[in-house]
């Protein structure tokens, strides 16, 4: 930001001397202001001093927009001040403090760097795959980030990243096509030969995908599989176990709708709507953190988990929630379920059919403890969160009212049930143990792996700041637990040298049919009517300002657009770009007639 304002000969001189809301502050304060408020844009958008719960409503109506990691960082760099000299107070609306009541944990890091573009993705996807047969079990495989936002345009295609000694790796490509171009989707592995489960995401922020695709991770074929029920992104999934069962949570519908269902997808009987039991029951939201531990004490069948924060009306939600899932009525699908929370070895894992069941229901407790704090620290949108096993790992996001801050990035969360737990924040260290936050990736729209020795990967991801262009996270960033030694850090022992070897290209299976308009009942019609879209001609500004606020399909008719109707031909083209250069244009696959 700061590099574009010098770019245009417009430096900001004054930020450097007033960076922070407080400093805002003492500058007028000390200067015999005797009252003042300050606002960061992001926190001056939840006030209801300027913006109202209805007026925040009607302005997601006016244009489609799911880019609130971006908003969010965009309005923390601006500030309002308000300041007077009669008597009243000092204060940084919404700059809150963070008291986790805990000792830091520590992590390491190592960046490996990709040349020019190559991994530059956001709102992609990651999954992580074995390596070949004569792989060492301490072999971390492959991760393939799947589709996703490109420098230009969505990508159909997918990065494959493998350990810098990559000898015994497998050869990978994709046959049979898949999946199309997309973001804002979600990959979550389903465990043992159930593959990958890829559901929703979507094209532009009005033009959601309700298909789901299986990956295949021993033939790498895709192969689609049941629809969810109605288009969705910017959703929240969670396995369940090796199970093969995978549980979604909230999700965008359209440009303006909200999905408020949790669907649990079942391989053979596709997606089913839960039913929420009890007295406390979740806001609408999407983006929301959301994972699964394990299963309840004695309840075999009932998976639990975390569920926090998300997007409910232009606003990070205020919820803290654990969530339990009972699934005792399934009739089927139990056995592999029971078999795996028991710890039977692999081998004696059967996978049953289906032959029905019930429908399964959810219940939600609150967490929040009066520790608003460790509240503000959970309640994120666009966090990436997975349990391993003894304890939740949150990463990145956007919090409410305020920047978050860099050494809260990354997060432990332990001892959840039956209260809100243990939150550790995890300071970060180079390899040679020096802490630091310079190098950190920016962790917005990235993908997150955790690896099976109990690492972590981090890859793609950036930030488009409006006009003021895009950053990109430039390579992979692996983070592992910090050893110490009489509480010095001690240099990381990862010598895992992580390479981007390859960008595959994935044939879509099928063309992107849009979706029919889902109808008040939640189906969609079978028979849709065919309407004229009418003809308009402009004669003045109104006109238009009309038009916009009807926001119904028009075709402006008799427009001049200029001297480029008659003088843009192939030859006048090739006079100005050259000949030579390579231009890249955006494209879609033609549809069924």
């Excluded at 844009?41 to 925040?56: M, Y």
């Excluded at 792989?135 to 494959?160: E, F, H, W, Y």
Aim: charge should be neutral.
């Amino acid at each position: 930001m700061l590099s574009h304002f010098r770019k245009l000969n417009t430096p900001l001189k004054s930020v450097h001397a007033y960076p922070t809301l407080n400093s805002q502050i003492d500058r007028f304060s000390s200067r015999g202001w005797n009252s003042v408020l300050a606002w960061n844009l992001w926190s001056a958008w939840a006030d209801q001093t300027f913006l109202s719960t209805e007026e925040r409503r009607w302005l997601e109506e006016v244009e489609p927009f799911d880019e609130w990691e971006e908003f969010a960082l965009f309005c923390s760099h601006y500030c309002l001040v308000h300041a007077k000299t009669s008597k009243g107070e000092l204060r940084a609306v919404g700059n809150e403090m963070f008291d986790l009541r805990s000792q830091p944990g520590h992590l390491t890091m190592r960046s490996y760097e990709c040349s020019g573009q190559r991994g530059q993705r956001r709102f992609a996807a990651a999954m992580l795959l074995p390596g070949d047969e004569g792989a060492t079990d301490r072999s971390p495989g492959i991760i393939v980030n799947t589709l996703g936002m490109g420098t230009k345009s969505r990508l159909q295609s997918c990065d494959i990243f493998s350990p810098g000694d990559n000898s015994k790796d497998r050869e990978l490509a994709f046959d049979g096509g898949g999946p199309a171009a997309r973001m804002c989707h979600s990959l979550s592995d389903l465990g043992g030969d159930y593959g990958v489960l890829l559901a929703g995401g979507r094209g532009s922020p009005s033009d959601p995908y309700r298909d789901c695709w299986i990956f295949n991770k021993k033939t790498t074929f895709w192969k689609r599989t049941h629809d969810l029920p109605a288009p969705l992104y910017r959703h929240s999934v969670t396995s369940l176990g090796q199970s093969g069962l995978a549980l979604l949570a909230g999700g965008k519908l359209s440009a303006t709708g909200t999905s408020g269902d949790f669907l649990l997808y079942n391989p053979t009987a596709g997606w089913v709507v839960c039913g929420i039991a009890g007295d406390t029951k979740p806001q609408v939201v999407y983006g929301a953190i959301f994972a699964s531990s394990g299963v309840s004490d004695g309840r075999k069948d009932c998976p639990r988990g975390i569920f926090a924060g998300g997007i409910c009306d232009g606003l990070i939600a205020r919820q803290v929630l654990a969530w339990e899932l009972d699934i005792s009525d399934i009739k089927v699908c139990l056995q592999r379920f029971r078999l795996y929370v028991t710890g039977f070895p692999p081998g004696r894992r059967q996978r049953p059919e289906l032959t029905g069941y019930q429908k399964p229901t959810i219940r939600f407790q609150n967490l929040v403890d009066g520790n608003q704090g460790q509240q503000n620290t959970l309640e994120r949108f666009g966090a990436v969160c997975y349990w391993d096993g003894e304890k939740y790992t949150i990463i990145g996001g956007v919090i409410r009212d305020q920047l978050l801050p860099r050494s809260l990035e990354f997060l432990h969360w332990s001892d959840v049930w039956p209260g809100l737990g243990s939150i550790k924040k995890l300071l970060v260290s180079n390899v040679t143990g020096v802490e630091t936050t310079q190098q950190l990736p920016l962790c917005i729209g990235t993908s997150t792996i955790p690896l099976r020795d109990g690492g972590l990967v981090v890859l793609g991801g950036g930030a488009t700041c409006f006009s003021m262009g895009t950053f990109w996270n430039k390579g992979i960033f692996s983070f592992y637990p910090a050893a110490q030694n009489n509480g010095e850090m001690l240099p990381s022992t990862d010598t895992t040298g992580w390479i981007h070897e390859k960008t595959l290209d994935i044939v879509p299976g099928e063309s992107h049919v849009p979706v029919a308009p889902m109808l008040e009942t939640g189906a969609t019609s079978d028979r849709q009517s065919i309407r004229t879209i009418p003809r308009v001609g402009l004669e003045t500004a109104e006109d238009f300002s009309r038009i916009v606020r009807n926001g119904q399909p028009i075709v402006l008719d008799g427009l001049n657009l200029g001297r480029c109707v008659s003088e843009w031909n192939l030859d006048h083209l090739t006079e100005k770009v050259g000949h030579e250069r390579k231009v890249c244009t955006s494209h879609s696959f033609n549809l069924p007639p």
